[in-house]
């Protein structure tokens, strides 16, 4: 089943512990900034999450809280948003996500979490990636399972090289 709530601006505390219960895929849209009791009701969700609109990640020890969630780890910044801001020590406490994880919002990566990301566990979605340095293709390149790069606008010979090795769906 499907709980899809699109329009709330702001939730309490307790009532993300209550939404935390639903059986199946939870949809939260307009969210933009949860707290950390937020996210830790959350992560006990145990169906796929999806939090559309979230545009600013920042925080280490809430994204470590989102990443212990199980199921489908989404997260898809709404059209008013722009790209989505994510920290680098956020992206990778989100890397240990066990799980498929959806992060289309953001344009690049480092080669630092490039290496992060590439150790990640589950299906991997950099849907507006439009750039890789040779490093971060070879650190990706690693990832088992299926990986989703299809907005890259530049790749290199050895970027392509290290990603033809990639075992998984490409």
């Known amino acids: 089943t499907r709980l899809t709530l699109d329009r709330l601006t702001s939730l309490s505390d307790e009532a993300a512990t209550a939404l935390s219960g639903h059986q199946g895929t939870l949809c939260i849209g307009d969210l933009e900034y ?8 959350l992560a006990q969700h145990q169906g796929d999450l999806q939090l559309s609109r ?23 910044p709404g059209y008013r948003s722009g790209p989505m801001k994510l920290s680098n020590g956020a992206i990778k406490a989100l890397a240990q996500h066990q799980g498929k994880l959806s992060l289309p919002g953001i344009p ?18 950099l849907h507006n990636l439009v750039t890789l340095t040779d490093e971060a293709a070879i650190a990706l390149a690693q ?4 990986l989703q790069l299809p907005r890259l606008t530049t790749l290199s010979d050895e970027a392509a090289k290290a990603l033809a090795q990639h075992q998984g769906g490409l």
């Open 143 to 146: 990832h088992k399972g299926n």
């Open 34 to 41: 949860p707290s950390d009791e937020f996210a830790r009701a």
């Open 54 to 76: 979230l545009s600013k990640l920042t925080s280490i020890a809430l994204a470590t809280k989102l990443a212990a969630h199980e199921g489908e780890l989404a997260f898809s």
């Open 108 to 125: 690049r990566v480092s080669d630092d979490v490039a290496k992060a990301l590439g150790q990640h566990k589950g299906d991997l979605d």
